[in-house]
């Protein structure tokens, strides 16, 4: 089985930063991308920031210029820095990972999510 889990979320006031952090282990033979989703209650599910193997990144609109996304292969670990904070960006943080090179064996798996709450 493959398991994904988050850390680092908690609360920042507006203008903090967070640092949350993904890791993924289990059966897998490779990892195409890894990245984040956030939901809030009442709203859709949006992309935050993925990356994938070549390292290329992509980021959520509502998010640029204010996190960055990194990876480190070797531990099958993805991070999301968050600076600039705002109660906007409340939301559960589930981390997105997806194994397999080719879309006809490609598996994707999701964590349960932290929560980061941005308040004054």
């Known amino acids: 089985q493959v398991q994904v889990q988050e850390s680092g979320g908690g609360l920042a006031q507006p203008g903090g930063s967070l640092r949350l952090s993904c890791s993924a282990s289990?059966?897998?033979?490779?990892?195409?991308?890894m990245g984040w989703h956030r939901q809030a209650p009442g709203r859709r599910r949006e992309l935050v920031a993925v990356?994938?193997?070549?390292?290329?990144?992509d980021y959520g609109d509502a998010v640029k210029g204010r996190f960055t996304i990194s990876r480190d292969s070797a531990k099958n670990t993805v991070y999301l820095q968050m600076n600039s904070l705002k109660a906007e960006d409340t939301a559960v943080y589930l981390c997105?990972?997806?194994?397999?090179?080719?879309?006809?064996?490609?598996?994707?798996?999701w964590g349960q999510g932290t929560p980061v709450t941005v308040s004054s």
């Open positions: 289990g059966n897998f033979r490779s990892i195409s991308a």
């Open positions: 997105n990972v997806l194994t397999g090179t080719s879309i006809f064996t490609r598996n994707s798996y």
């Open positions: 990356e994938d193997r070549d390292g290329t990144k």
